[in-house]
């Protein structure tokens, strides 16, 4: 049952990401259990609560959405990974895909897009992709865990235009309004969709307590409503915004270092690059990459962590999993620019420690052969 602080909260949530007055939904656990909600939602409207339907969704999509859909009764093989343009699900691939199962008599049902990929914060084109769903008759379901929160601002409301298409959106409150605990919420253009699925789980897991999820649980949301109601929504905008910005002043800075490459621009708090000075091979560059990894997790840098862009290794750069400031992205970018001075030092030394290696072993065997 849906207390009055959970309506209250849920009112003024979705009246900050740009959503209509009737969306609706509920509190859970975090954002994974939002997305499970969701998904649930999506198999009880559009397969009556069966499992054998398909879902589709980009390569870069959370490893988690196939945990989900096993959670769900769904078999292996139920979700489609397709290939993305410049980060996105390509939504003609996705149109295409739909058809050629439907032919081969398979069913899809739901499509999984990103609003924030943890790789590299790219959000899916929403607008064409509800446009796509309209027309193939599918769920559209936004994981907007990373990212959807950044639409209470102005810059992100542009980049997360057509949110308010998605048939439901999982968030993740905990690390976009600053909330002490975990706590995600599912919200749902059509309440209806949450009754159905609610109703129809009560009665299957009356013999069945498996199938009981966290969104059953008592209310979770006073934390949230305590906090808006005290601090209003302007400081969570404020931090949104500010997040956003410490990753564009981290793209600005490896633009302008020498032997630096861009590997996904700033989205959303999170900007990708990586080091390969001249005359470094791709692969000696992973290597690069790798080491200073292993040397700012030692150092216990936060910020900084790897990723695969491109199909090559990249350094990752996250400002919107805590609180920091601009002096600390400086020390981490400072500390970044001595670190792989240092790393490149020592490849070269090994490389020409290597060399000489070979020339000396071919001079013996010269020598052996006289």
Known sequence: MTTQADALALGWLSALLGLAPSTTGAFSHDGESANLEGLACAQYRMLNGHAEGLAYCSEDTDPLLERVMRQLGFAEGSVRRLPCVDGRLDAFALARRVRQDRLAGRCPFCVVANAGTADTGAVDNLVLLAQVCKVEGLWLH????????????????KLLRGLAGADSLALDLQQALLQPHPLGCL???????????????????????????????????????????????????????????????AEAWVRRQTGWQIMSRSQLGIVTFRFKPAGVSEHEADRLQA???AEAQRKGLALLSTTRTKG?????????????????????????????????????????????DAQHDHREAADTTF
Not at 215 to 241: M, N, V, Y
Not at 315 to 339: K, P, S
């Open 142 to 157: 936004v994981d907007g865990s990373r990212g959807a929160a950044a639409a209470m601002t102005e810059r992100g409301s």
């Open 187 to 249: 919200l749902l253009r059509d309440g209806a969709a949450l009754d159905e699925t609610l109703r129809s789980r009560s009665a299957a897991t009356a013999h069945d307590e498996a199938h009981s999820h966290s969104i059953t649980q008592e209310s979770k949301a006073l934390q949230l409503w305590s906090t808006l109601k005290a601090c209003g929504a302007e400081p969570f905008r404020q931090e949104a915004d500010r997040r956003m910005r410490l990753a564009d002043l």
């Open 291 to 293: 080491g200073l990894a």
């Open 312 to 356: 090559r290794l990249a350094l990752r750069l996250y400002t919107t999993h805590r609180v920091i400031d601009e002096a600390e992205l400086q020390v981490t970018l400072q500390w970044l620019l001595r670190q792989a001075a240092l790393q490149q030092r020592r490849a070269l030394r090994e490389a020409s420690r290597s060399q000489h």
